[in-house]
């Protein structure tokens, strides 16, 4: 079995991976050049945190060094243009406006910040699906029982992706009472992929029809979409989208993006951010004050400096190789790996849904997760688990206690699904 100091030597011999382009469509051995981590681990955990690229590791590092150097308020000061970056390029990213964009503390913060801010009133419908985060879906049911909100979950296809008829019966049973319809793009649990641009042709279609009130909301959970898969705003419809710097974005741990269509939260006291400061409002009189207009007002004006650049330069990264070429690759290195799992005896796939991404959840029958994760890290392999209390309708509605994740990216190459595959295998004959 090859290990992985022999995977490291022979980098630069590695078979282009088999996939079913005929040319690969990523050059995954420059990105292993250009991602330090790769010569220490076989790392599939990138639907938790992914290895930086080693330009975005030096962009925090300069910058830490120059708030060393000159102080922190200069050193920001001094980076006015790499922190303007940051917006255009996640605006470019989005294909949406700069003045859409928030940098915000993370992806959880960002959609607890807008879910805040939302004017609701006794009987309003929230409509959310199967697939919801736990911190998204606790904020909903906390709405619920502080102003009387109604939630309804929109339920999956046979196949196991959400049901556009599903939705479209709740639209029709409870249409203008609807306030909000939160969808995620991306699982945590789970490789499908939702249909985020057909339910927004659909809410556009109903909200023209009648059917959906104009002020309804459409939110998409990105974290673990967004740096692998293309998303484009002004096609899915979305009014809000949040997501996260540090999983397939590439970028540091602690920033979060959020986008905001323009217009759908008016400067009104009723629905304005909950937390205001001097980065999102001007106190104007002793009785007075403006929110901003534009996407400072849902920041606050202390910030991690450096981690906001790196992930400027991270979006850039991603940018460059070509969203719909890594939602390629690691989409084809998926299905190969589920195909190797399902030669390996006791393995159990967990993935459902007619399109799937970069993320593959199993477990191995008889056998405790966390076992089976140590094993591996042991081995210098990182997977996750995703547990029953972070998706709990999908894990219970499948009678699932926890899944065990391997979730790829473009710098994963063949070779090291074999030592996984291996090493899985091994664990299985040691582990009877």
């Not at 590695?14 to 040319?23: I, K, V």
């Not at 076989?42 to 975005?56: F, K, R, T, Y």
């Not at 807008?114 to 004017?119: D, M, P, R, T, Y």
């Not at 894990?395 to 090493?423: K, P």
């Amino acid at each position: 079995m090859t290990d992985l100091k022999e995977l490291q030597s022979m980098r630069s011999e590695l078979a282009p991976p088999r996939l079913t382009s005929s040319e690969p469509v990523i050059d995954w051995m420059l990105a292993r050049r250009q991602t330090s981590g790769c010569n220490r681990i076989i790392h599939l955990n990138n639907a938790g945190a992914s290895l930086m690229p080693d330009c975005v590791v030096e962009a925090a590092i300069k910058h830490l060094r120059d708030e060393a150097r000159m102080g922190a308020y200069e050193a920001a000061e001094s980076a006015t243009r790499e922190l303007e970056h940051v917006y255009e390029t996640c605006a470019k990213l989005l294909n949406c406006s700069v003045s859409e964009i928030s940098i915000v503390e993370n992806a959880s913060r960002a959609w607890s910040l807008i879910f805040a801010g939302i004017k609701f009133e006794e009987g309003n419908v929230v409509v959310t699906s199967n697939f919801e985060y736990a911190n998204n879906y606790m904020a909903i049911l906390q709405a619920k029982h502080r102003y009387g909100l109604r939630v309804v979950v929109a339920q999956n296809t046979p196949t196991g992706e959400l049901s556009m008829d599903s939705l479209m019966d709740i639209i029709v049973e409870h249409g203008r009472a609807i306030r909000l319809i939160s969808i995620t793009h991306v699982p945590t649990n789970n490789g499908v992929v939702n249909s985020v641009n057909e339910i927004g042709r659909l809410v556009r279609e109903t909200k023209v029809s009648g059917l959906l009130h104009e002020s309804a909301l459409y939110i998409l959970d990105a974290c673990q979409s967004a740096g692998q898969i293309f998303i484009d705003v002004q096609e899915g419809g979305f009014d809000i989208l949040t997501t996260c710097s540090r999983k397939y974005l590439r970028g540091p741990r602690g920033i979060g993006l959020l986008y905001v269509r323009g217009g759908r939260f008016e400067q009104r006291r009723s629905q304005e951010p909950m937390l205001l400061d001097v980065r999102a409002a001007g106190w104007t009189s002793r009785d007075g004050y403006d929110v901003y207009d534009d996407g400072r007002r849902f920041e606050t004006w202390e910030t991690n400096v450096s981690a906001k650049i790196a992930f400027g330069v991270a979006v850039d990264h991603a940018r460059g190789w070509g969203i719909s070429n890594i939602e390629k690759y690691t989409g084809d290195m998926a299905e190969k790996l589920r195909t190797l799992l399902h030669g390996v005896s006791r393995i159990r796939l967990h993935d459902t849904g007619t399109r799937r991404c970069g993320i593959v959840s199993f477990s191995v029958a008889g056998s405790e997760p966390s076992e089976v994760r140590t094993f591996l890290a042991n081995r210098r392999i990182n997977v996750s688990i995703s547990e029953r209390a972070l998706t709990r309708l999908d894990m219970e509605n499948r009678q699932l206690d926890n899944v065990l994740r391997a979730s790829l990216h473009y710098y994963n190459c063949e070779a090291e699904l074999d030592l996984f595959v291996d090493a899985l295998g091994d664990f299985c004959r040691r582990h009877r």
